[in-house]
């Protein structure tokens, strides 16, 4: 059974830093692109960062370029988000997701994915 487990969520203030992880097992982790997503109230999901399953390639949106880092153990079978210089707006429920083929012009298209797992909530108070 396919399952991505998120955790490392919390309050935090703005400025502040977190660590997201994403633990995966039931598939050949080491196959599959893995992606951070995140949802805020009344809105759209939207991709975050993600990592082929090389770990060689990275994507990031724009508004957190910078500011996360996304890393894998592929021996550990986790992928991190790294969160640094936290702002309010980064509120929401982050999800991570895996795919074998994920397209790179559509790496952070939540459509390129088929295993979510449930979400982790990250609060930043200003």
């Known amino acids: 059974e396919v399952q991505l487990q998120a955790s490392g969520g919390g309050l935090v203030q703005a400025g502040g830093s977190l660590r997201l992880s994403c633990l995966v097992s039931?598939?050949?982790?080491?196959?599959?692109?893995i992606g951070w997503f995140r949802q805020a109230p009344g809105k759209e999901r939207e991709g975050v960062s993600c990592i082929s399953a090389s770990g060689h390639s990275t994507y990031y949106a724009d508004s957190v370029k910078g500011r996360f880092t996304i890393s894998r153990d592929n021996a550990d079978k986790t992928v991190y988000l790294q969160m640094n210089s936290l702002k309010p707006e980064d509120t929401a429920v982050y999800y991570c997701?895996?795919?074998?083929?994920?397209?790179?012009?559509?790496?952070?298209?939540?459509?390129?994915?088929?295993?979510w797992g449930q979400g982790t909530q990250v609060t930043v108070s200003s």
């Open positions: 997701a895996a795919d074998v083929f994920v397209r790179s012009e559509f790496a952070l298209s939540d459509s390129e994915y088929a295993y």
């Open positions: 039931g598939f050949d982790f080491d196959d599959y692109t």
